[in-house]
T-cell receptor, first 112, second 114 residues
Framework: DAEITQSPRHKITETGRQVTLACHQT?????MFWYRQDLGHGLRLIHY???????NKGEVSDGYSVSRSNTEDLPLTLESAASSQTSVYFC???????????FGPGTRLLVL | AQSVTQLDSHVSVSEGTPVLLRCNYS??????LFWYVQHPNKGLQLLLK??????LVKGINGFEAEFKKSETSFHLTKPSAHMSDAAEYFC????????????FGAGTRLFVKA
């Protein structure tokens, strides 16, 4: 069965370190998204991609970057982790722009 | 501008009684509307979606939602709550105005009492 996976599921890091969160989908979807979830804010879009070599900034992109070298993967990099980036991160994918998004299980990140 | 408002941050019902989770939206274009459910420590799962077909949309697990354009609402209902329905529910609006935007509501946590 097709799926979307994230790794690691839990991560503790220190401020200033570079961190990369992996997202891999086997749906063969063109669109991929990264969100962060914080209490009282729902999900906020960090970055998204409509296909290979395409990346776009979302609502809360400062301090994050992504790259899309193939269809299956959209890694999210925190260039220099900050305590404000402690959150739960979700990756999602979809076929076309207004269609259903399929979510990964999430990565819980703690920045000390 | 596009926005979505979930009118209740928490809803508590007794098992076997009806569920109503309220959502109002704003969109300048023909939107797609979704309800997702998130169980504790899990990712989001689609409950149902509206994409300009029938205004009454049926989803999984007995949930349904009605798109009311005149009221700009997309409320989620279920006739009889089950303990397993306890979760967080997100209303989502998506349209193609100004590029592609998907906005999530802040969520409504549903508590189900035995």
């Amino acid at each position: 069965d097709a799926e979307i996976t994230q790794s690691p599921r839990h991560k503790i890091t220190e401020t200033g370190r570079q961190v990369t969160l992996a997202c891999h989908q086997t749906w063969n979807h063109n669109n991929m998204f990264w969100y962060r979830q914080d209490l009282g804010h729902g999900l906020r879009l960090i970055h998204y991609s409509y296909g290979v070599q395409d990346t776009n900034k979302g609502e809360v992109s400062d301090g994050y970057s992504v790259s899309r070298s193939n269809t299956e993967d959209l890694p999210l990099t925190l260039e220099s982790a900050a305590s404000s980036q402690t959150s739960v991160y979700f990756c999602a994918s979809s076929t076309i722009r207004q269609e259903t998004q399929y979510f990964g299980p999430g990565t819980r990140l703690l920045v000390l | 501008a596009q926005s979505v408002t979930q009118l209740d941050s928490h809803v508590s019902v007794s098992e076997g009684t009806p569920v109503l989770l309220r959502c109002n939206y704003s969109s300048s274009y023909s939107p797609s509307l979704f309800w997702y459910v998130q169980h504790p420590n899990k990712g989001l799962q689609l409950l149902l979606k509206y994409t300009s077909a029938a205004t009454l949309v049926k989803g999984i697990n007995g949930f349904e939602a009605e798109f009311k354009k005149s009221e700009t609402s997309f409320h989620l209902t279920k006739p009889s709550a089950h303990m397993s329905d306890a979760a967080e529910y997100f209303c989502v609006v998506s349209d193609l105005g100004g590029g592609f935007k998907t906005i999530f509501g802040a969520g409504t946590r549903l508590f189900v009492k035995a």
